[in-house]
């Protein structure tokens, strides 16, 4: 390290380079952790938005018994449909991962946000089990819903919230 | 140093000044919402996570022998989420926070025994201990989890390998010591300090700069609350207390012991993972305060 002197000023260059981790306080594994299993419930939602796409025709007429063959208006009608979801779930889905970055780098609002919609979709999910018999099992919102629970639990832990609520600089 | 204080005792850390500007009406407020909605989401996590448990639970049944691995993701869940919320909630209702002369685990369950005390300021208590023979233990980061994966497998010895934290006065040991038995990663002697509160007194009114708190580490085993593995202690911990003030005034001449007779006066009971613990109960105050700090380093590799 060379000894320079110092300039007069503060260089503005400070206030867009990253923030130096505060000393108080490590980044605890919880918190990291967190961010890393909101990533992951982005790609079960990618991986989702994927398979919608692939399978959308063959659902719609199998399942729905839409003519999307016969009749030309509705083909054009059931594309524009999937292109508005594909886009909206996509948008939905990059806001979630701007999230997992605000969470791995301490902010609390963020945290409390993803742990809102967490429980909102656990709460979902306990009302379709326990009130309508829907089965979950690993083929059908088990992945989904064991994330949203690590991410509930991994947030609310001591640790992460110690952390999100530090001093900042 | 993160786990500090507990959900019911009002969140110290909330409690605290954390900002220069508002005034108490309005930081008090704003805190206290939010201690709300965080002790909302603590416990409806731990709600969660039995969920969680159970749904596990019952697909290991649907997967033929695949289902063992459900089974050990089931336990995996149980041992190191569930059990540990829910012991971190219902402690916290339960479980006194002033001095009992126990530490606390992680999840709040009582830990080791305060066996020992110390007078003296802290890089004295270090040269000490150095001299003593003492390894101090590196703090729990990656970078030391990944070397106890590393020397596990390569069955290399780690000595200043870390100790699993526990709280006194709601905050994790300041540091810790440990010795290792020869060859055998599963034993080893340890013992953690705690500074004490300015002007803070034990029980009958003694000030003494330091708590300690040491066990050995006998083999590595289940716990019986948390179902978690982890190390079993040696049950009597007077054994371990002894080895420590011997090796320490052995070592350090200047050093004196004074003892608290009949402090903790024999109970017998469990520390955090269901080991049995007895003791006599004395406890002896160890100054250290004319303990050169300087030479410390240098005089311990010599003696080697």
Do not use: C
Request: glycine share 8%.
């Amino acid at each position: 390290m060379s000894v320079e002197k110092r300039a007069a000023f503060e260089s503005p260059a400070v206030l867009v380079a990253p923030q130096p981790e505060p000393s108080m306080m490590r980044r605890p594994v919880a918190t990291t952790f967190g961010a890393v299993l909101v990533v992951l419930r982005v790609l079960a939602g990618v991986v989702w938005l994927i398979s919608l796409a692939v399978l959308w025709r063959k659902t719609l007429i199998e399942d729905l018994g839409v003519p999307l063959d016969s009749d030309l208006e509705a083909d054009a009608g059931s594309n524009a449909v999937l292109a508005v979801v594909l886009v909206v779930g996509g948008i939905v889905l990059a806001v979630e991962l701007v999230f997992a970055l605000l969470i791995f780098r301490g902010s609390n609002w963020a945290r409390i946000t993803v742990m809102i919609f967490a429980t909102l979709s656990i709460t979902g999910s306990a009302f379709d089990y326990f009130g309508t018999d829907t089965e979950i099992t690993l083929r059908t919102t088990l992945i989904t819903l064991a994330l949203d629970i690590l991410v509930l639990l991994a947030l609310s832990s001591r640790n992460a919230r110690t952390y999100a609520r530090r001093r900042k600089q | 140093m993160g786990e500090v204080g507990a959900e019911a005792s009002g969140d110290p850390i909330g409690g605290a000044p954390v900002d220069e500007a508002p005034t108490p009406v309005e930081r008090r407020r704003r805190i206290s919402f939010n201690a709300l909605l965080d002790g909302f989401f603590f416990v409806y996590a731990g709600i969660a996570a039995v969920w969680l448990a159970w749904l596990v639970f019952t697909e290991s049944f649907a997967f033929g022998w695949f289902g063992i691995l459900f089974f050990v993701a089931f336990w995996l869940v149980l041992a190191y989420l569930v059990l540990p919320r829910l012991h971190r909630i219902l402690t916290t209702i339960y479980v006194p926070d002033y001095f009992i002369g126990r530490a606390r685990t992680s999840d709040g369950l009582l830990g080791d025994p305060v066996n020992l005390a110390f007078d003296g300021d802290e890089a004295s208590l270090h040269a000490a201990m150095a001299r003593a023979g003492w390894t101090r233990a590196d703090d729990v980061t990656g970078a030391s989890s990944w070397r106890i994966i590393s020397s596990t497998i390569t069955r290399r010895s780690y000595d200043e390998a870390p100790v699993s934290p526990l709280f006194l006065f709601g905050r994790q040991q300041d540091f810790a010591y440990q010795q290792e038995v020869a060859g055998n990663p599963a034993k080893r002697h340890h013992v953690r300090f705690w500074h004490t509160p300015d002007g803070w007194l034990l029980p009958g009114g003694r000030r003494v700069d330091w708590l300690a708190a040491g066990t050995f580490d006998r083999a590595v085993g289940f716990s019986l609350f948390t179902l978690q593995i982890t190390h079993k202690i040696d049950a009597d911990i007077d054994i371990e207390r002894d080895h420590i003030v011997d090796t320490v005034i052995a070592a350090n001449p200047e050093a004196r012991v004074d003892l608290l007779a009949d402090f903790s006066t024999g109970y017998h009971s469990r520390n955090g993972g269901g080991d049995t613990i007895s003791t006599d109960g004395d406890l002896p105050v160890v100054d250290v305060g004319a303990v050169q700090a300087a030479p410390a380093a240098g005089e311990t590799e010599v003696a080697r």
